[in-house]
């Protein structure tokens, strides 16, 4: 996972390593190894105005720097690298457990809504998500406002039913905000602390779905939108963050498929172009598969 991204960012840092640990670092010291760095970003799937405001940020956190005595050069440039990814990254996700667990203390429902594109993985992540939760005390309810995609909605009642979820679906073809306003009814009524909204996501540049889903914001008012993007899509899900930021207003983002992504730009590339944090990771098929993101640990982990 990450291979290429791992390795553009680690031989950025031992490059830079071998100069601060001579001497403090000049402008001119680091322009070789940042067009070396800007490059092999790319080469990683990181979107290329994305990769020079890297390189841009990494030169900021390096120049003047020096190695104090008995300090270790090494770790001084991961240190300074790691820091700029994080930046990129947009800061921390809101914590969903703690939110649900807010909102229920006062009796409401803590509404999610999920967007994104077919295919990206949204049903299977939805199911993550609500497993996540329940692990974590917070009672759910899984609701289906794609009532256009029939095969969404049995999907995901199945996954309801295997983790032991209460589910709401609709017709076919019924107005999803209306689903999302019985949803968020339903589980006030029997304290479920978060209601999961699936939305549809028939193609990204669909007015009407747009439109339908700026509705389902209206009605429903989430406490969180969360966009989900698949690892895979690269300069798509850029742009899929775009058009949905811009349509409905993205919160946070979940990266799905990262476990088949040997580059990683995309997860880089989709944060900074919104600049919204990544909450989750998606990193394999089953339930469990998904790994919260804390920006810092992400970047240092990366240049480790
Ligand atoms: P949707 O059309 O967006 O609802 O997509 P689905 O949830 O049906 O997922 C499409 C495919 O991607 C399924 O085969 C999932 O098992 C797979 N998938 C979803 N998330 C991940 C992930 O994080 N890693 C891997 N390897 N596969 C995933």
Do not use: W
Not at 30 to 49: F, I, N, R
Not at 65 to 94: Q, Y
Not at 242 to 258: A, H, L, N, P, W
Request: proline share 4%; net charge neutral; with cysteine.
């Amino acid at each position: 996972m990450f291979e290429r991204l791992r390795q553009a960012l680690s031989s950025f840092a031992s490059s830079v390593r071998e100069k601060i640990e001579t001497r403090e670092l000049k402008p001119e010291d680091l322009e070789e190894p940042l067009e070396e760095l800007t490059l092999s970003l790319a080469e990683a799937g990181v979107a290329y105005d994305v990769a020079l405001g890297i390189a841009d940020s990494v030169k900021r956190a390096l120049v003047g720097s020096r190695v104090p005595r008995g300090a270790d050069a090494n770790s001084i440039a991961r240190e300074a690298v790691a820091k700029a990814i994080a930046e990129t990254l947009g800061g921390t996700a809101p914590d969903l457990v703690e939110g649900a667990k807010e909102k229920c203390s006062v009796g409401r429902p803590y509404v999610i809504a999920f967007f994104g594109v077919n295919g990206v993985g949204k049903t299977t992540t939805i199911a993550k998500v609500a497993k996540y939760l329940k692990d974590r005390g917070v009672p759910v309810l899984i609701a289906a406002a794609d009532t256009f995609r029939a095969g969404a909605q049995e999907q995901l009642r199945i996954h309801a039913e295997r983790l032991g979820v209460p589910f709401l679906g609709a017709p076919y073809g019924s107005d999803p905000a209306s689903v999302a306003y019985n949803a968020i009814t339903m589980a006030a009524r029997r304290g479920v602390c978060a209601v999961l909204l699936d939305t549809a996501g028939r193609m990204h540049a669909d007015v009407d779905l747009m439109n339908e889903l700026k509705k389902i914001v209206r009605v429903a008012r989430p406490d969180v939108k969360i966009l989900i993007v698949d690892s895979l899509t690269g300069s798509d899900a850029v742009e899929q963050a775009r058009t949905f930021d811009e349509s409905v207003g993205v919160d946070s983002i979940i990266v799905t498929k990262v476990d088949a992504d040997a580059k990683g730009g995309t997860v880089v590339s989709v944060a900074a172009a919104i600049r919204k944090p990544i909450m989750f990771l998606g990193t394999g098929q089953g339930y469990d598969d998904l790994e919260r993101v804390d920006p810092l640990s992400f970047a240092k982990r990366l240049v480790d």
